[in-house]
């Protein structure tokens, strides 16, 4: 294990504010970063016992898992050891910003169980959350190793919500072909002030300099062209989503609609009066109901 790596902006106050917005200190002091062996994939842990059961967390969009302190902390001190995971070109991990593929991070998830495989035994689960959840279930499917998935709230690339997101992945699609380095700006579509509101670390997350607003179209494109097993094949992990019933980013009824679509058993559970941002702004809820859960699923 090595200690943080060096925060490297000049701006070190700003860091520094942002950390105590998120109130993220206490449990950063917990925490046991590491590299993945010629991966450069930064990881942190939070070690609860080597017998314990270990969830690996896979953040959001945009985000790394520095941000998700609190919630990993809180999570660990409920029986596991949780081990978040910068996705490639996101927070610490090396990389072109925003630039990966989805074979990439299953490649990385499975690379996180060997390298830890020898000091943790008490087997392993996923928790995903916002796109991470699509990430966790695709890593799911083809890492054996891997006993519970938990999705909070899970897009299927098999199943657009609406015409606007087929047409849009549609567009990204075809477009990666020709343009990959092309570079989105997700502000143009994603509200992220106002995902935010109300919590008061909100405008610092939004002026993080780690943060990824623009994404080349060939990480887009790989996240909604992947196809999903879980549709027609039953794997033997078990499944689960959970939603905010006030998601402002997809509806309730939208993963509703995704476990009647695969054939894959999923438990859904409901988090009352939660939106999408759950992991800061709901913590504890988020905590208990992953908790219980994960101790039913993983023993």
């Excluded at 590491?34 to 939070?46: R, T």
């Excluded at 998700?68 to 949780?82: D, P, T």
């Excluded at 070109?89 to 690379?111: D, L, T, W």
Aim: glycine fraction near 10%; include cysteine.
């Amino acid at each position: 294990m090595t200690t943080p790596p060096p925060f490297d902006n000049p701006d070190v106050v700003r860091r520094q504010q942002l950390r105590a917005q998120l109130g993220l200190e206490p449990w950063l002091q917990r925490r046991e970063c590491f590299e993945l062996s010629g991966l450069g994939i930064h990881c942190e842990l939070y070690l609860h016992h080597p017998e314990a059961p270990t969830i690996l967390f896979l953040p959001g969009i945009g985000t790394y898992v520095e941000l998700y302190g609190e919630l990993l902390g809180k999570l660990s001190r409920r029986g596991f050891n949780l081990v978040g995971i910068d996705l490639p070109g996101h927070g610490y991990s090396a990389g072109p910003r925003g630039e990966y593929s989805v074979k990439q991070v299953c490649q990385a998830v499975s690379a996180t169980i060997d390298q830890l495989a020898e000091e943790l035994h008490g087997g392993f689960g996923l928790f995903g959350f916002s796109i991470g959840a699509l990430l966790a279930l695709r890593a799911a499917e083809q890492e054996p190793r891997i006993d519970a998935l938990l999705c909070g709230t899970l897009l299927l690339p098999d199943l657009p919500p609406d015409l606007v997101h087929l047409a849009g992945w549609q567009w990204t699609w075809g477009s990666a072909f020709f343009f990959p380095w092309l570079q989105v700006p997700l502000r143009s579509f994603v509200d992220f002030d106002l995902l935010l509101a109300g919590h008061p670390a909100g405008a610092a997350i939004n002026s993080d300099p780690l943060i990824v607003f623009d994404y080349p179209l060939s990480t887009l494109s790989s996240l909604f062209s992947t196809r999903c097993g879980v549709v027609r094949n039953r794997y033997p992990f078990k499944a689960a989503i959970l939603h905010g019933d006030r998601d402002e980013v997809l509806p309730l009824s939208y993963s509703e609609r995704v476990i009647d679509h695969c054939r894959h058993p999923f438990e859904l559970r409901v988090m009352p009066r939660t939106g999408h941002m759950a992991p800061w702004l709901c913590t504890d809820l988020m905590v208990e109901q992953a908790a219980d859960w994960f101790a039913q699923s993983l023993g």
